[in-house]
């Protein structure tokens, strides 16, 4: 088992973990539904919730009876118009929006030396970190663009540690979900997740929320 004092690098999902983005989403999406006609409920919303851009579409457009009446051409349009509505959405966003205790959390890293990657599938992280004001904090960024696989496979941890110039088992890999914990522990990362213990039994360190993530309390549980 990795010790502390091995550890020299983190490697950090983004949504869920440094700021919340799904409300976001949520935002768009209601957006375009609007401009469909079609209604907004919460059993929809829900739905959308981890699924990719062209699914949570396609389940608008069913919720509305309306998935036969547009082509691919049109239902690509249908999506960019959403990606749209939710950059002008991320556009609007401030240092404010940094998950509480998350900014102390990478003030302490930093001022301890420790190196920091993003593991974002996000195409729009780089743009979320400069609205937040943590673009400095994350020079190493994993392009999304270049991945072959999705979470929970562990490709996009692997290559966070590789940004770093680091071996995996160097790294502690931050996670909000499930999946994420996953690629983490398959990438041979220690996994820190944050959220329900249940639904993250399987990751090496649990904490119920982002202000109870410090160096101290890490220390405490890996040893």
Request: hydrophobic content about 45%; aromatic content about 6%.
């Amino acid at each position: 088992m990795t010790k502390f004092a091995d550890i020299k690098g983190f490697v950090f999902d983004l949504d869920g973990v440094i700021t919340d983005t799904s409300v976001l989403h949520g935002n768009a999406w209601h957006q375009l539904a609007d401009s469909l006609g079609v209604s907004w409920n919460d059993d929809l919303a829900n739905g959308l919730k981890g699924i990719s851009r062209m699914d949570s579409l396609e389940m608008i457009l069913k919720a509305g009876h309306k998935e036969n009446d547009y082509n691919q051409e049109q239902k690509v349009a249908l999506a960019t118009q959403k990606n749209d509505n939710y950059v002008a959405e991320v556009n609007k966003m401030t240092p404010a929006n940094i998950l509480p205790g998350m900014k102390a959390f990478l003030d302490d890293l930093r001022a301890k030396g420790y190196q920091l990657s993003l593991a974002s599938a996000s195409k729009n992280a780089p743009r979320v970190l400069d609205k937040l004001q943590l673009a400095d904090y994350f020079p190493k960024v994993v392009d999304p663009a270049n991945l072959t696989h999705g979470k929970p496979d562990p490709e996009i941890y692997t290559k966070g540690a590789q940004v770093l110039n680091l071996d995996p088992a160097q790294c502690i890999g931050v996670e909000d979900a499930a999946a994420g914990v996953q690629a983490i522990n398959a990438a041979g990362e220690v996994s820190l997740g944050i959220g329900d213990a249940h639904e993250l039994a399987a990751a090496d360190m649990v904490f119920a929320d982002t202000a109870s993530v410090t160096l101290e309390n890490i220390a405490k549980k890996l040893g």
